[in-house]
């Protein structure tokens, strides 16, 4: 029958409100009825009184004043870090590629070889380098050879142009000299048609001369040319041979084995991949919020998963943001002459900055206001409760420093949460023992 659950339903509730609502009376019947009562009240009352420090905290007095435990805490400089998370990175890396094409003829330098500045990794089959080198250079000769004759014929030219000009003055002169005899009946008009021919002609001659001297000019300036082309081809022809041999541009290590013998490379196909670890760089990205704390040449260290720790300086602070991540690039240079940082390891990063002023409270004093700001609860000048904002620099041992608080403060340890601003403290300063 279902009347038996519902009775039983209907006496659990009854006992239920007895023992939560009506507790204290239950409680009291209870004693009543038991020999020797008072003694279960007693052990209840005992039981709910609260902690001695509880009640050292929050107990409030006849005249409102509330009693809590304070310290009173001065700022002290100390010495701020900025923390980044980074990773190695090799101070040059470069793909040493071909120059030329042609077949290799050197035999293959293995990866993770060390290889020195000027040293050979690639060499590639002359073909007709030599030969056409040799070409450029006989040219070159022949012109040059050929430039005295070509000089030489400058002067005669001249001469020639100088004689003609000697024989054009002396034809004017009897040119003239016939007019006159002419005009007094001494000389007749044949001779002076004569003299006339002859200055027309030195006139030609000085023209032919001029001719000559201007041709001879050009062809020295041709043979000059001739020369200057050829000098380009053996130029030319040298550098072609020089890029037959490529070598290592820095000491560093190799990435890559460099080309197989006997293969074909093409112009700019890739030889071989130098990187240099030593110095390496430790690479991170400061906050925009950090940027200003770091600065060129500031004390740094670095932590890597594997390996032993490092100190360094910073070498380089960007000046420009990552356009995605707005956050500033930081090098740090790390000597590593045995090569043990490898490129591409993690690495926690610590810079030391300029130091602060900065409390140092037990992490118990912090609480939070209505609005969720963190802060201390403090002891104004009129005994009243305050609560400041701070802002929490690191962790340490004896506690965790902060900052946003004036050099000199009470604040309160023991009894934070009890208070809010405007409350009237007493305050007990004591050690308090965390």
């Known amino acids: 029958m279902r009347i038996v659950p519902l009775i039983t339903a209907i006496l659990v509730a009854f006992v239920l409100y007895g023992v939560v609502i009506e507790r204290d009376r239950l409680f009291a019947l209870v004693n009543d009825l038991r020999p020797g009562g008072g003694t279960t009240q007693n052990v209840e ?61 050197s035999p293959p330098i293995r990866k993770g070889s060390f290889v020195q500045e000027g040293q050979l990794l690639c060499s590639v089959d002359a073909g007709t380098s030599r030969s056409n080198l040799a070409e450029a250079e006989a040219r070159l000769a022949e012109s040059v050879a050929r430039r005295p004759e070509a000089e030489a014929r400058i002067p005669e030219a001249q001469a020639r142009l100088a004689e003609a000009q000697s024989r054009l003055t002396e034809a004017r002169i009897n040119a003239t000299a016939a007019q006159r005899l002419s005009q007094d009946g001494f000389a ?91 110095p390496i760089k430790v690479v991170g990205f400061v906050p925009e919020n950090d940027v200003n704390r770091v600065e060129v040449g500031a004390l740094a260290g670095a932590r890597f998963n594997q390996g032993p720790d490092v100190q360094a300086r910073v070498t380089f602070l960007s000046r420009s943001a990552d356009p995605t991540t707005r956050t500033f690039r930081v090098e740090l240079t ?40 963190l802060g201390v609860r403090t002891i104004d000048e009129n005994a009243l409760a305050r609560f400041m904002p701070v802002t929490v620099l690191r962790d340490a041992p004896e506690g ?3 900052t946003g608080l004036p050099d000199q403060v009470d604040v309160i340890t023991v009894g934070q949460e009890f208070v809010t601003d405007g409350v009237p403290i007493a305050p007990s300063f004591e050690e308090v023992i965390q």
Do not use: W
């Not at 400089?77 to 042609?102: D, F, N």
């Not at 001297?213 to 043979?223: H, I, P, Q, R, T």
């Not at 380009?232 to 550098?239: E, F, I, K, S």
């Not at 590593?336 to 037990?362: C, F, K, M, Y």
């Open 334 to 373: 790390v000597p590593n002459p045995d090569l043990s940082i490898r490129d591409g390891q993690t690495a926690e990063i610590l810079i030391q900055s300029q130091g602060v002023q900065a409390h140092v409270l037990a992490a118990s004093s912090l609480t939070l206001n209505d609005e969720g700001t």
């Open 188 to 278: 007749s008009q044949t001779r002076v048609a004569n003299t006339e021919a002859l200055v027309q002609s030195a006139q030609a001659a000085i023209s032919t001369a001029e001719a000559g001297v201007k041709a001879a000019e050009a062809g020295l300036d041709s043979l000059q040319a001739n020369i200057e082309s050829a000098d380009a081809a053996v130029a030319r022809a040298q550098t072609e041979i020089d890029r037959l041999d490529i070598s290592a541009p820095f000491p560093g290590v190799l990435e890559t084995d460099t080309a197989e013998l006997g293969s074909l490379l093409q112009p700019g196909a890739l030889c071989a991949t130098v990187i240099q670890l030593d």
């Open 45 to 105: 009352t005992a039981s709910q009184e609260p902690a001695p420090d509880a009640e050292a905290a929050s107990e409030e007095a006849e005249d409102g004043v509330i009693r809590v435990m304070a310290k009173r805490s001065v700022a002290r400089e100390i010495g701020t870090q900025v923390r980044l998370r980074g990773e190695t990175e090799a101070a040059r890396q470069v793909s040493v590629v071909a120059e030329v094409s042609g077949k290799i003829v």
């Open 400 to 402: 965790v420093y902060v």
